[in-house]
């Protein structure tokens, strides 16, 4: 197994990768904290460092870069200098952005954290939630069209700020399924519906239930039960379940379900392990992997970042490194 899933590994570089979503500027301001403001009982922060990097699908490319894929993006910017700036980081990154289109109705999503030694101290956020206006979608729906085409995987990164509208996954499975490209859905619980026939969707325990609208039950049967609905419910072939320490659990069509383990050593931050979870299956299932070959990968790489301060991508020779120290 460990040989089958580095030669998969090999032909990351060799696949491109199509990411629909919606796009983020995270915004870190850290500093020091010395003493307590005289004007009000807040901490006064002595800025050190301020830092930028792209946030929500954006981190998605850049785990999907990290590991050598070539992404595509296709979303929607508001005309703004945080828009303008998003772009920067996207392109210095080496990621095509052909596919993002300007919106002058929009805002740009820029979430700013303030922390001070390590710790969060406030997190401001600027953002249009609203669905994209039809025009916007349109343009949005023919430079899938034409990404797809020349796709090897697409990936739709959903975070409820607009893009993700069932006008566009309509669009999406349509130009997926017409050139035989999977579909992979980092899902958000109010659209689960809307992701009926992607190929594979990777919620944490907390969206599968909420995605179905129950209510949390205890036990391993709960789970296998909310697994199998999942799948017949959104005729999916393959649903990876992320349960925290308790690993992961896949489910597929034929009636398979596996539970994978966690791996992590010793976890230090979660943030964004959720991206890095559906940026390795996607690749993976564009390099002609199993499912469960692809949910071992994803496993694995999900144990790395979480060992990682903040929010982090792994490599190829990170992966290498954990299949030589024994995936199965």
Known sequence: MSRRLDALLDRFPKRRIVVLGDLMLDQFVRGKVGRISPEAPVPVVQVVEETWMPGGAGNVCCNLAALGASVSLVSALGDDAAGRQL???????????????????????????????????????????????????????????TEVARADALLISDYG?????????????????RHGVPVLVDPKVEHFR????????????????GGMRQSPKPGEEAVRALGRRIVKTLRL??????????????????????????RAREVFD??????????????????????????????????IVVGKLGTAVTTREELRAALREGLT
Not at 169 to 177: E, I, K, N
Not at 196 to 204: E, H, K, Y
């Open 87 to 145: 772009l920067g980081e996207l392109r210095a990154r080496g990621m095509d952005t052909a596919g993002i289109v300007h919106d002058a109705a929009r805002v740009t999503t820029q979430k700013c954290r303030v922390v001070a030694e390590h710790q969060q101290v406030v997190r401001f956020d600027r953002e249009t939630v609203q669905a994209l206006s039809a025009p916007i979608q349109r343009e949005l729906a023919a430079k899938l069209k």
């Open 161 to 177: 700020k607009g893009v993700v509208t069932r006008a566009m996954v309509r669009a999406a499975l349509s130009a997926a399924h």
């Open 270 to 303: 979660v943030t964004g392990a959720g991206d890095t979870v559906v940026s390795v299956m996607a690749l993976a299932l564009a390099s002609k992997a199993r499912p469960y070959e692809a949910a071992l990968l994803a496993n694995a790489a999900a144990g």
């Open 194 to 209: 809307l992701y009926r026939g992607a190929d594979c969707i990777t919620p944490n325990t907390s969206e599968a239930w």
């Open 237 to 262: 072939k393959s649903l990876l379940i992320t349960r925290s320490e308790k690993g992961m659990s896949l489910f597929e069509a034929s009636g398979a379900v596996r539970h994978i383990p966690a």
